[in-house]
């Protein structure tokens, strides 16, 4: 018996993944939720080889948490049962996209079993005329970014051999994520900021020697944290208020990436600018609806920014920072409100906010419960939504044999944040979900099914712009709705 516990592998979790595992709260759990639909039925059977010859290649994923008042660490499952975390469901009535939806909701709202490894999957066998499977995954594992690759590893480019090859090395162009290896050699400093700051009660200006300490790094992540710290709470809205346990999932329409690309060129932004501009749009038009007043009202969303070479993404971890992005929502102009997303991610992206808060992360990590629910509660009470775009592979990818026709995943929110904003370039197309409390939005499909129209806006100032010469927002006025 001696001998037996001497092999369970056992490693200590990262401060910045202990951080996400002691996050977790009842009325939001910390799992990334995903879907992905197929054009042929899948069966449980394949479904599980795949599992086990591609998934648990990553052993990581035999590994359950420990948490203990000292540190989190990972430690090999003894009693690993595969048939556990791979579960078959069906859906009722007509089996379609409402359906489908209800079930990611009761799924996103469940928490993981804590004795076991926290993962699952999901098959529904009959989905429109192939299958779905649901994945849920804790966010101590790893980001959105590392996550994507795991998937990536489960499945197949068909006979192309070549293309399989690219797959495999990266989704990515490489100039995409080269600047993020340059930043990634100051984490550890920040890190050490970071526990700093929360060692002084948030109340680091006011340390002489942490200033000097600060300027010895020649860094000027005082100023990052300080702006982040010194930010309003956002306003009380219909987005804005106590969480429930229940959540909702939607997803829209797909667009067509070409064409998003081709508006963001004509429009002078880049291509997150446009959808979450688009975005912005649509939750001003939601909340119109809801009555709300929104003249000169500006929320914020987190924004979780890579912090690793993507070829460490399997890694697994987290390796990412998060900055704090405007969304006018009271602005009425489409244009206008482009333009002013557009100009505060060019501002965030020369900025340090991202490494800043990922070693505030690692300290919370390592802080004091009491300590741990002050800082959540803090950065929280900051922001109305978490907003997250990942870009995925462009050609068309199947698992298991079976062509993958749509994919969608939402983002654990954090503290009393109540909506996830997500967005996922795969094959060609854009798609675009929402995971919100039930309590705060109980009809996400009233938001989803405003984003093309939002984004059709864009698309038609694009097309007078080409005709009629440089481009003024003040052209943009006669898009708005004359109830406005």
């Not at 993020?180 to 929360?198: E, F, N, S, T």
Request: with cysteine; hydrophobic share 45%.
């Amino acid at each position: 018996m001696a001998e037996a516990r001497a092999r369970i592998r056992r490693s200590p979790m990262s401060r910045v993944d202990t951080a996400w595992l002691r996050m977790e709260r009842p009325t939001n759990l910390m799992m990334i939720t995903g879907v992905m639909m197929f054009e042929s039925p899948l069966d449980i059977k394949t479904l599980r080889k795949v599992i086990e010859s591609k998934f648990l290649s990553y052993p990581r994923f035999r590994q359950k948490v420990i948490d203990t008042p000292t540190g989190a660490f990972w430690q090999d499952d003894q009693d690993f049962d595969i048939d556990w975390h791979i579960r078959l469901t069906a859906l009722p009535g007509k089996a379609g996209k409402k359906e489908l939806e209800r079930l990611t909701s009761q799924l996103a709202s469940t928490p993981l079993d804590q004795t076991k490894p926290l993962w699952q999957f999901h098959l529904v066998e009959r989905f429109g005329g192939g299958s779905a499977l649901i994945t849920r995954i804790h966010h101590c594992y790893a980001d959105g970014m590392a996550l994507v690759q795991v998937i990536l590893s489960m499945t197949e480019m068909g006979d192309d051999s070549k293309r399989k090859a690219a797959l495999a090395k990266r989704w990515l162009k490489k100039e995409e994520h080269a600047p993020v290896a340059k930043r990634v050699g100051a984490i550890d400093r920040y890190m050490q900021l970071g526990g700093k700051m929360l060692e002084k009660g948030m109340d680091f200006y006011r340390d002489p020697t942490l200033a000097a300490m600060l300027a010895s790094e020649g860094v000027d992540i005082a100023k990052e944290i300080g702006m982040a710290l010194a930010l309003p709470d956002d306003p009380e809205t219909v987005l804005k208020g106590r969480l429930g346990v229940s959540k909702r999932v939607a997803w829209a329409d797909k667009l067509d990436l070409d064409e998003v690309k081709s508006v963001s060129r004509a429009l002078g932004c880049t291509v997150n600018d446009l959808l979450l501009a688009s975005a912005t749009g649509a939750l001003r038009s939601y909340m119109l609806e809801r009555g709300e007043h929104l003249e000169g009202v500006t929320l914020r969303a987190t924004v979780p920014v890579n912090l690793r070479p993507l070829e460490h993404a399997k890694q697994l971890g987290n390796h990412f920072g998060l900055v704090f992005l405007e969304l006018p929502v009271g602005e009425a102009n489409p244009m206008r409100r482009l333009e002013r997303v557009a100009a505060c991610m060019k501002v965030l992206r020369k900025s340090r906010q991202a490494v800043a808060t990922y070693g505030a992360l690692a300290a919370v990590g390592m802080a004091p419960p009491p300590m741990q629910a002050f800082a959540l509660e803090m950065f929280s009470r900051k922001a109305s939504a978490v907003a997250t775009n990942v870009p995925g592979p462009q050609m068309p990818l199947y698992l298991g044999g079976r062509k993958i026709t749509d994919m969608m995943f939402w983002v654990p929110q954090t503290g009393s944040i109540g909506l996830g904003i997500s967005i996922l370039s795969y094959n060609g197309s854009v798609h675009f979900g929402l995971i919100a409390d039930a309590k705060l939005m109980p009809d996400p499909d009233s938001v989803i099914r405003r984003f093309r129209p939002e984004f059709e806006k864009l698309l038609y100032l694009a097309l007078m712009a080409r005709w009629e010469g440089p481009f003024c927002a003040e052209a943009a006025d006669a898009l708005m709705d004359p109830t406005d």
